[in-house]
């Protein structure tokens, strides 16, 4: 089975961007490479529910249970299983553009202390173990400011589940920072998470090509026979 590789961050953090370029880069090397992109919001049912969800149709963020919000993004995956499954008996490396792990920081970030583990814990048994989704044998991490992410979804195109400049996680600055530091939390305990700065020590957006050539690199060194 494929090397499983998903990129993680917050919204407008460069995920998509970077997903594409390794994923160019490791064909340039001759290695077999697909990708898939999270949610899938015109593809499965529960991924057309997430973008009712996210454009207001059930109420404002904080209306709608974290827990129950990620059962909507655990289905699209289960819905999404068999073309993943198929597209790592097929290839030699999967890039993932969001998956398992921005469910966990998304949701999480909505509570604190011991209900956060709670439900990091519940909604990896739904994923992995009832739902059957693989495990990514490599999360990267982008991480981002909020500051500049509010930035950075301003300069998006337009999304085919949005006529919104913003949805509703993206629009509220101070949720997204929480994700982030829930995001630094899980990589922080984990080894198979790997964080690649999106800011200079200045605080400065790095160059995309600088970031891209840092990941490549990870992915290639992982992704070494034992």
């Known amino acids: 089975m494929a090397f499983l590789v998903a990129i993680e961050g ?48 059930f109420g404002q963020l904080g209306d709608v249970h974290p827990q129950l919000a990620a059962v909507l993004y655990a289905g699209d995956r289960f819905e999404s299983r068999s073309a993943l499954e198929q597209m790592m008996a097929t290839n030699d490396v999967v890039v993932l553009d969001r998956y398992v792990g921005s469910n966990l920081a998304h949701q999480a970030a909505k509570l604190d202390g011991e209900e956060r583990s709670q439900l ?50 993206e629009a509220d600055t101070s949720y997204m920072e929480r994700v982030r530091g829930c995001y630094q939390q899980i990589a922080a305990g984990r080894p198979d998470w790997h964080v690649v700065p999106g800011l200079s020590q200045s605080g400065e957006l790095r160059q995309i090509n600088e970031v891209g050539d840092q990941i490549l690199q990870m992915v290639m060194q992982l992704n070494q026979p034992n």
Request: overall charge negative; charged content about 30%; cysteine-free.
């Open 10 to 57: 917050i919204d407008g953090s460069g995920k998509g961007t970077q997903a594409n370029r390794l994923v160019a880069a490791l064909r340039d090397a001759g290695v077999q490479t697909e990708t898939m992109q999270f949610p899938r919001y015109a593809a499965t049912n529960f991924g057309r529910a997430i973008g009712d969800f996210l454009n207001g149709r």
């Open 120 to 169: 990091i814990d519940w909604i990896e048994r739904v994923e992995f173990d009832v739902f059957g989704l693989p495990k990514a044998n490599a999360n990267i991490l982008i991480d981002m400011s909020s500051d500049w992410s509010r930035e950075l979804v301003s300069r998006k195109a337009a999304r085919d589940y949005t006529d919104r400049e913003a949805d509703l996680q």
